[in-house]
């Protein structure tokens, strides 16, 4: 769907510019009467607004646009390194793994310099990023498929509703063509079961569905990952409401206390926030958080709530691994009194729902991030989000 020519003029950086229409409310059976664009992590009001504050050199959308402009990823002429087939194993993983993961960023940090500049030479950029790998992109194989279909996609449908929404000499067959390459190369990946995985596995695909299915306009995907979403966040952060042992991943064969206690990477005691693989490290635990609230933030641009459901279990993660992240000593119960403070620049999406819309308090989140900022990227699936998410609750409510 194209954005109206209101929206268009507003994102094209038109000064006479009306304001786009209000943010439509959820439907009584919690999908969206009808998907709003661009709305995939990032709204129109969030656009205007991290515009705005770059305009005028406002911190810390100023350091955060710079940081984007001056990164490969904004490069003119950047060249991209498409493949008819990435093949991903763990951590041996062929170079189209990396350059696909790269070209995704690219496409969308492109997207966003035109957002931010008004500039068609970035949105040119894009497109033709996109369109080298839909012309011959088919499909993901060996045993990390699913999760590098799941980094990739989230990243290519963020860029690819952008451009549409707000670009429209981006036309068809091509366009067509991105979605087909999305529905082919992608999605069965992303919708794979994979119950007794690492738990980021599953909240990664459940946000390369959700993305996907915004800019694909696709209910029946819409509601599935929000069935996921609902299933897998409880059984990943654990709350002290949910019983002496944390929730068993949904459909999986995990379920005794030993059998939890091995999957949660040798813990046996459950506090509020502690994650499933905080033991095994912060960097997972921070991939996690990112994709949690990139599907709920994208269910919140379109009309649902799926914060609200889990405000606290998400708050009180953040706290905890903010606490150890900033350097707070490891005790004994928690992971042999070993972590690994590895959290990348994963927090400012949820924080700015729970301290911004919800006024909920932060305090180790809050000085985590100031600490981080500006975002850059993680190289995966999180991209410059202090530019766009920082302080900037948007004009849309759920």
Not at 137 to 160: E, P
Not at 247 to 262: E, N, R
């Amino acid at each position: 769907m194209i954005a109206t020519a209101a929206a268009l003029c507003c994102l094209a950086l038109v000064p006479a510019c009306a304001p786009s229409s209000p943010h439509a409310g959820p439907a009584a059976d919690g999908r969206p009467a009808a998907f709003q664009h661009p709305g995939v992590v990032v709204g129109a009001g969030q656009l205007r607004t991290a515009r705005k504050m770059v305009a005028a050199g406002r911190e810390p959308w100023a350091s955060a646009f710079r940081r984007m402009s001056t990164s490969k990823y904004a490069a003119a002429g950047y060249t991209p390194h498409p493949s008819a087939t990435v093949a991903c194993r763990s951590n041996h993983g062929t170079p189209a793994c990396v350059f696909e993961r790269d070209d995704a960023i690219a496409a969308y940090t492109q997207a966003l310099m035109w957002s931010m500049t008004g500039k068609q030479a970035y949105a040119r950029e894009a497109v033709r990023i996109m369109d080298a790998w839909s012309a011959v992109m088919k499909r993901h194989t060996l045993n990390d498929s699913d999760l590098q279909a799941a980094w990739t996609g989230s990243t290519w449908a963020r860029a690819a509703e952008l451009v549409h929404a707000t670009y429209p000499r981006w036309r068809e067959p091509a366009v067509m063509r991105f979605k087909w390459m999305l529905r082919k190369a992608y999605l069965p990946d992303v919708a794979a079961k994979v119950p007794d995985y690492n738990g980021n596995w599953e909240l990664a695909m459940t946000d390369a569905e959700m993305s996907m299915s915004v800019f694909l306009e696709d209910h029946t995907m819409f509601d599935h990952a929000v069935s996921r979403f609902r299933a897998r966040v409880p059984a990943y952060f654990y709350l002290s409401s949910d019983g002496k042992l944390p929730k068993p991943p949904p459909g999986g064969t995990i379920k005794s206390p030993d059998q939890l206690a091995t999957y949660w990477f040798g813990q046996h005691t459950y506090v509020d926030g502690l994650g499933q693989e905080t033991c095994r490290n912060f960097m997972h635990i921070g991939y996690s958080l990112a994709a949690t609230a990139h599907i709920a933030e994208t269910a919140w641009h379109q009309g649902v709530d799926l914060y609200a459901q889990e405000a606290k279990r998400l708050g009180a993660a953040m706290e905890f691994h903010a606490r150890y992240q900033l350097g707070a000593p490891a005790p004994k119960w928690l992971c042999g009194g070993k972590i690994t403070r590895t959290m990348g620049p994963d927090l400012e999406v949820a924080y700015n729902h729970l301290h911004n819309r919800l006024h909920m308090a932060l305090p180790e989140t809050e000085r985590l991030i100031k600490k981080q900022r500006p975002g850059g990227t993680d190289g995966l699936f999180v991209a410059w989000e202090t530019l766009t998410n920082a302080d900037n609750p948007g004009s849309g409510k759920a």
